[in-house]
């Protein structure tokens, strides 16, 4: 019976870690209806668009003990990103470099329809 109770908490103490490590690398943003359409771009891309607003966004870079993938950071702050896009009616994105990790600012711009 002991033995049973030693495997159960330790199946359980495996499946806790699991799940926790699948949080760390897994995308913890929701995806905004039309954010798909949101281009990401360089700066000498957006010379002729129409600057319309900024976002500062951050995402959590670490889960207790353990840090989450660069990527699966990047790739939530793209979308916070895209998402502010959306809400601002913007069309593009320009993020500004940054030294803190888990944070970003996006320059929103309008591109289509934007005349030369």
Do not use: H
């Amino acid at each position: 019976m002991n033995e049973m109770k030693i495997s159960w908490a330790r199946n359980g103490w495996l499946l806790g870690i699991g799940l926790l490590l699948t949080a760390c690398s897994t995308n913890m943003v929701d995806v905004k209806p039309g954010s798909d359409k949101v281009v990401v771009a360089r700066p000498d891309n957006v010379t002729f668009c129409k600057q319309i607003g900024t976002a500062n966004v951050s995402v959590v870079a670490e889960v207790g003990i353990f840090s989450r993938s660069v990527d699966a950071i990047n790739a939530d702050l793209k979308q916070l990103g895209r998402n502010a896009a959306v809400d601002q009616g913007g069309d593009t994105i320009v993020g500004q470099e940054t030294s803190r990790i888990g944070e970003k600012t996006w320059l929103i711009y309008r591109c289509r329809g934007a005349q030369p």
